[in-house]
C-alpha cells in the first residue's frame, strides 16, 4: 500500500509521534507508522525498506532524545531514495528538540518544520504542504490581507504546483496596495462569471521595477485565504532563462508539465506538435475554476523591432490566444518586459494589459528605511527619484549603505549616478552594483569571496544550481575569478552564500537533483536492436549535494556580472564555461533520454561555444549526443524543436544570418540549415528565409551540388507557403539545374516535382503538368516497382489533376466527366497506398489520406448517387487532421482542415466547419502562410457567404501571384451576386 509519508523517528519519542500521525490522518494524510519496538533482523530492515519505498515522503522527526540509531538506517534507506527516484526528504522537530539542533549533513541544507512550540495549527499546516505540495492554509510571517469578497465554491481541496516565483518578505512590498487590489479584483470576477471578465492579465514593466515582487505577493495573499474557492493554481517562471535570441529559453517543460498538471498526462508525453498542446492546454485551463501564472515572458517574445512583443514559441501562442477566446472561470496571469502583441486584438475584451510604474518618491522612502537606510524623509524622497524609482535600484541602494555605510542616506555619494545610462534599463541599478563592488573588493577575505561569487553568477542564464557551482571552485583555481574560492570548505562556502543572501543579493533555494537515464557511449556504437535498455546513470557527487542550494539573482544583476566579466578578465570568462562545459557533459549518460535528461548537454552548448569551443560543441556535444547523428533524436522523437533553436543560436555571431567563422564552411552550412529547418517548424516561417539563403550560398560557394539542390528546393517551399510564388518559381528552377550538377538520379525526380507545384500555384498548369510527366517518367526509370511519384511529390501532382474537379465541385453541380478524373485520382491514392512500407514518414501517410478524402468529398457532390462518399470523406479527413498534427510540423495541416469544413458543412455541421476555419486561420496567421490565408478566406467567403473574407480572398491572391486561385476566385464573386447581404 502506498503511503503519503514515512515517519522516521526515535523510539523514544513514540507518544508524541504517535500524536503527530492522529493529526496527520485527521487532515487526510496517509501515515507509516511501525508499531512495535524496532528490533534489529533482516526480516525487519527488508519490511522498513519496502515501506520507504511505497512512501512518497520521508519526513525525520527530532525531538528531546536526537536522532535514534535505527533512524540512521532509516535515513540512509531515505537518502538512497532521495537520490534515485527524487523522493522528498522532510526534517521536523519535535517538542524539547535543541534550539540548534545537530541534523545530519543531508538534512541541513533542507527547509525544516518546526513543531517544538506543539502541533501547532501553523506548523502542521506547513508539514501538510511539504507532504502534498499544497500551500498551508496559515502563514504566521504573512501580513493579513485587506479583507475582500471572495466567491463561495464548495468542492474538493484547491490542488497548488510548488511555488516558482522567488518571495520577498510581506514587508518589502510596498506601494503596491493598487495593483494588488485590481489583481484581486479580476480573479474575484473570473470566479463570479461576470460578463464582461479578463481571461487573462498581462502586467508589463521594465526589468527591475517589481512585477515579479508584486504577482509573488499576490499568490501569498491568496494562499493565506485558502485560495478563495481555486480549484487548482500552477505559477512558472521564465524570467531566469535569459533574454537574449542565444538564452536558451524554452517552454517545452513548462507545457509538459503544465499539461500533466492539468490532467492530460498523455499529450503531455506524446510527439504531437506545440500548437496541438498549447491549444489543449488553453482548453484544460479555461475548463475549471483554475489560476495559471507565466512569470517573466519575455525571453520568449521578439525583442524590440518588426515583431517586439510577438511570442515565438508556438504552444504559448496557442495557450494565450487560446485562454483569450473562450470562456471560462479560470485566470492567466503574465508578467514580463514586452506588451504581448499577439494579445492586442482582445483588450477590449478578454484581455487586460496593466503597466506597472515606478514606485512614487513616498513609497520608494519607505522601501530604503525597511532597508535600514537612515535619514530624513526629504532625502530618503530625493534618493529615490533619483533612480526614477525603480524597485531593485532601491533594493541594491538600501542594502549597500546598509552594509558599507551603517545606512547613513548621506553617503549615497558613493553611487556615481550622475553617470548612468539612464536610456538602459537598470542604469542606476548598474552604478549601485559598481560601488557595491569596490567595497566588497576592499572587505579582506570575507568580502573577495561574495564578489567571486557574483562573478560566478555571471556565467550563467538560469538559476545556479550546486553542482555546476560545485565544479567551478573544485582546484586548480581559475585566475582572475575562483582563486578565493577554490578549494573552500563547504560551511565556508555555505557561509558565503548565507551573507549575500542576508544582503539580498541571491536567492536560494534547496536542489532537487533529477534522475536521468540513457545510453552508455560503448551501448551508442551499437545497432539499436543490439543497444538493450537505458539505465539509471549515477552521479558521483549526488549524495554530497544532497539538501545544497541552488543560487539565483536578478537577471539586471546576473547581466552586469557577465557583461563585466566578459569585457575586463576574458580569460578567466573562458576558462569558467570550458569548465562547465566539461563538467556538463559529463552530468549525464552519452546518450541521455528524454528532454529533461537532454538539458545539460544543450547548457553544455552554450558554455562551450562561450569558452571559444565551437566546433567540439557542435560535433561531439549538439550533433554526437543531442542529435545522436543520422537518427536525429530530439527532433525525430521527442520534436524538441525550441530547444535545438536555443542551442543552435550560439554558434551564430548574429542570429540567424552569420555563423562564427571559427567553424569550417561546410559546418556553417549545417548549422544555417539546421537553424532554418527548425524556424520553419516552430512557426517562424518569416525568419527561417534568412539562414535558408545565406546556406544556399554557401552550399553553391563549395559546390555542394547536392546540398545546394536540396536547400534550393526547401527555399522555394519556403517562399510559395509565404506567398512569394515568383520568386519560388525561381529557387525551384535553381534546384533543378544544381540537382543535375550534382549528378544524383534522385535530385533529378523531386527537384522537377517542386518546380511542378510552384508552376501550379502560379497558374501555369500546363507547363507544370509537363515538369510532372518528366519527373514521374524518371521516377518509372529509376524505380521501375514504383512508376508513380509518391510521398510529397505524388501529393503535389495528385493536388494538380484534381483541381478541375475542385472547381466543379464548387459550383454544386452534377458533373460525370469530373468525377471520373476524380475517380482516376483516388485510383492512383489507393495505389500508393498499397505500396506503404514502416519506413514511410508520418508526413507521406498523412498526405495520402488527405488525397483520398478530397477525391471522395468532390465524388460526393459531382456525383451524388455514389454510394458512401461522404462517410468515406470523413473517415480519411479525420486520419488527414490527425495525421499532420502528429507530424508536428503545420505546413499541411491548414489543406485537410479546409477540406473537412467543406464536408461538414454539406453534412449540417456549421460550428464543426467554423473551427476547421478558424483553426486554419490562426495556423496560416501566426506563421504568415499567405497562401493558406488565401485559401482559409475563399474557403470561408464560400462556405459562410462572407463578403469581407471574399475580399481578402481577392487582396492575397493578387498580392502572392496565387493564379491558381484565379478562377475559383471568379466563380466566387459571380455567387457573391446572389448571396444575402453579409
Known amino acids: 500500500m502506498t503511503h503519503d509519508v514515512f515517519l522516521s523517528h526515535n523510539s523514544r519519542d513514540k507518544p508524541a509521534v504517535r500524536e503527530l500521525k492522529r493529526e496527520l490522518e485527521a487532515r487526510g494524510i496517509s501515515v507509516w507508522l511501525d508499531k512495535k519496538e524496532l528490533r534489529p533482523g533482516d526480516r525487519w530492515l527488508s519490511a522498513l525498506d519496502a515501506a520507504i519505498k511505497d512512501s512518497k515522503t520521508v519526513a525525520v522527526l527530532v525531538g528531546a532524545s536526537g536522532v535514534g540509531p535505527w533512524q540512521d538506517e532509516e535515513m540512509d534507506a531515505a537518502l538512497q531514495l532521495a537520490v534515485r527516484k527524487g523522493h522528498r526528504v522532510i526534517p521536523v522537530l519535535l517538542a524539547g528538540a535543541p534550539e540548534s539542533p545537530e541534523l545530519p549533513l543531508f538534512l541541513k541544507g533542507r527547509t525544516w518544520v518546526d513543531l517544538r512550540a ?9 508539514l501538510v504542504f511539504g507532504v502534498t505540495g499544497n500551500h498551508p492554509r496559515s502563514d504566521p510571517t504573512a501580513v493579513p490581507p485587506p479583507a475582500r469578497s471572495s466567491t463561495p465554491h464548495a468542492g474538493p481541496p484547491c490542488r497548488v504546483s510548488p511555488p516558482r516565483l522567488p518571495r520577498v518578505t510581506a514587508s518589502k512590498l510596498v506601494g503596491r496596495d493598487q495593483e494588488l487590489a485590481r489583481l484581486h479584483s479580476l480573479l474575484d470576477a473570473a470566479l463570479a462569471e461576470h460578463t464582461p471578465r479578463t481571461h487573462v492579465a498581462t502586467m508589463v514593466a521594465w526589468g527591475g521595477i517589481g512585477k515579479t515582487a508584486l504577482v509573488a505577493h499576490f499568490m501569498d495573499e491568496l494562499a493565506a485565504r485558502g485560495w478563495a474557492g481555486l480549484e487548482r493554481v500552477l505559477e512558472w517562471s521564465f524570467y531566469s532563462q535569459g533574454t537574449g535570441e542565444q538564452s536558451g529559453a524554452s517552454a517545452d ?4 508539465d503544465a499539461l500533466t498538471f492539468f490532467g492530460d498526462e498523455n499529450l503531455a508525453e506524446s510527439s504531437a506538435s506545440a500548437w496541438d498542446k498549447g491549444t489543449r492546454l488553453a482548453t484544460l485551463v479555461a475548463g475549471g475554476r483554475h489560476l495559471l501564472v507565466l512569470d517573466g515572458l519575455e525571453p520568449l517574445q521578439h525583442p524590440p523591432g518588426l515583431l517586439a512583443g510577438t511570442l515565438k514559441n508556438g504552444a504559448l501562442q496557442a495557450l494565450l490566444v487560446g485562454l483569450a477566446r473562450q470562456a471560462g472561470s479560470s485566470l492567466c ?16 475584451t478578454t484581455v487586460a494589459e496593466c ?8 513609497a520608494g522612502a519607505k522601501l530604503l528605511r525597511q532597508l535600514g537606510v537612515k535619514g530624513s524623509a526629504a532625502e530618503l524622497e530625493a534618493l529615490s527619484r533619483d533612480v526614477q524609482g525603480h524597485a531593485l535600484t532601491l533594493e541594491l541602494f538600501g542594502s549597500y549603505l546598509e552594509r558599507a555605510h551603517g545606512g547613513d542616506v548621506r553617503q549615497r555619494d558613493h553611487v556615481h549616478l550622475e553617470t548612468a545610462d539612464t536610456e538602459v534599463t537598470g542604469g542606476h541599478a548598474t552604478r549601485v552594483m559598481a560601488a557595491y563592488e569596490a567595497w566588497l573588493a576592499s572587505g579582506g577575505e570575507r568580502g573577495t569571496r561574495q564578489l567571486a561569487l557574483l562573478r560566478l553568477m555571471g556565467l550563467f542564464d538560469r538559476p545556479a544550481d550546486p553542482a555546476c557551482l560545485l565544479a567551478l571552485r573544485q582546484p586548480p583555481a581559475i585566475p582572475g575569478l575562483t582563486g578565493p574560492l577554490a578549494g573552500l570548505a563547504d560551511a565556508e562556502w555555505n557561509g558565503t552564500v548565507h551573507d549575500l543572501e542576508q544582503a539580498g543579493l541571491v536567492r536560494t533555494s534547496v536542489y532537487q537533483p533529477s534522475v536521468v537515464f540513457g545510453f552508455s557511449k560503448e551501448q551508442s556504437e551499437r545497432p539499436s536492436e543490439e543497444r538493450g535498455e537505458p539505465t539509471r546513470f549515477h552521479d558521483r557527487n549526488a549524495v554530497r549535494l544532497l539538501g545544497a542550494a541552488v543560487l539565483d539573482v536578478h537577471p539586471l544583476v546576473r547581466e ?3 557583461r563585466k566579466l566578459r569585457e575586463e578578465r576574458p580569460e578567466a570568462f573562458r576558462m ?6 566539461e563538467h556538463l557533459t559529463a552530468s549525464v549518460p552519452y546518450w541521455p533520454e528524454g528532454l529533461e535528461g537532454l538539458q545539460p548537454l544543450f547548457q553544455a552548448v552554450a558554455h562551450g561555444c562561450q569558452a571559444g569551443l565551437h566546433r567540439r560543441a557542435l560535433d561531439k556535444v549538439y550533433k554526437g549526443r543531442i542529435r545522436r547523428g543520422d537518427e ?7 520534436g524538441a524543436f525550441e530547444a535545438e533553436l536555443g542551442a543552435l543560436g550560439w554558434f551564430f555571431e548574429t542570429p540567424w544570418m552569420a555563423v562564427v567563422p571559427r567553424l569550417a564552411q561546410e559546418n556553417q552550412a549545417w548549422v544555417l540549415d539546421g537553424a532554418a529547418f527548425a524556424l520553419r517548424a516552430v512557426g517562424r516561417l518569416t525568419e527561417a528565409l534568412e539562414p535558408r539563403q545565406v546556406g544556399l550560398k554557401l552550399f553553391a560557394r563549395l559546390k555542394d551540388w547536392k546540398s545546394a539542390a536540396i536547400s534550393a528546393c526547401n527555399l522555394s517551399e519556403l517562399e510559395l507557403t509565404l506567398g512569394d510564388v515568383a520568386v519560388a518559381i525561381e529557387d525551384a528552377a535553381r534546384s533543378v539545374e544544381y540537382a543535375d550538377r550534382s549528378q544524383d538520379r534522385r535530385q533529378f525526380v523531386s527537384r522537377r516535382a517542386a518546380l511542378a507545384d510552384a508552376l501550379h500555384q502560379a497558374g501555369r498548369r500546363e507547363e507544370a503538368l509537363e515538369r510532372f510527366r518528366e519527373a514521374e517518367a524518371m521516377q518509372g526509370v529509376e524505380t521501375p516497382h514504383y512508376p508513380l511519384l509518391y510521398g510529397l511529390r505524388g501529393f503535389w501532382y495528385c493536388d494538380l489533376l484534381l483541381s478541375a474537379a475542385e472547381r466543379v465541385a464548387w459550383r454544386g453541380t452534377v458533373d460525370r466527366e469530373s468525377a471520373a478524373s476524380s475517380r482516376i485520382v483516388r485510383k492512383r491514392a489507393i495505389r500508393l497506398a498499397e505500396w506503404r512500407t514502416v519506413h514511410d514518414s508520418l508526413l507521406t501517410v498523412a498526405l495520402d489520406w488527405l488525397t483520398l478524402g478530397r477525391t471522395e468529398l468532390y465524388q460526393s457532390v459531382l456525383e451524388p448517387t455514389s454510394r458512401d462518399a461522404r462517410a468515406a470523406a470523413a473517415e480519411h479527413l ?12 503545420q505546413d499541411d495541416l491548414p489543406r485537410a482542415l479546409l477540406s473537412r469544413a467543406w464536408l461538414r458543412s454539406l453534412t449540417n455541421d456549421p460550428a464543426g466547419a467554423r473551427a476547421d476555419l478558424d483553426e486554419a486561420r490562426d495556423i496560416a496567421e501566426r506563421g504568415s502562410m499567405r497562401l493558406h490565408l488565401a485559401d482559409v478566406h475563399l474557403y470561408r467567403a464560400r462556405l459562410l457567404h462572407d463578403r469581407a473574407a471574399l475580399a481578402e480572398a481577392r487582396r492575397l491572391i493578387d498580392q502572392c501571384g496565387y493564379e491558381r486561385r484565379r478562377e475559383e476566385l471568379d466563380d466566387a464573386e459571380r455567387e457573391a451576386a446572389g448571396w444575402d447581404a453579409a
Open 576 to 581: 569558467a564555461h570550458a569548465r562547465l562545459f
Open 878 to 889: 479525420n486520419q488527414a487532421v490527425d495525421g499532420f498534427r502528429t507530424t508536428r510540423q
Open 560 to 562: 552586469h556580472f557577465g
Open 333 to 348: 496571469i503574465v508578467t514580463t518586459r514586452e506588451p504581448v502583441a499577439d494579445l492586442r486584438r482582445f483588450h477590449s
Open 118 to 126: 506543539g502541533l501547532t495549527g501553523a506548523g502542521l499546516d506547513q
Open 632 to 638: 536525429e533524436y530530439s527532433v525525430h522523437m521527442l
Open 253 to 256: 517543460t513548462f507545457v509538459k
Open 355 to 362: 503597466h506597472l510604474e515606478a514606485l512614487s518618491a513616498v
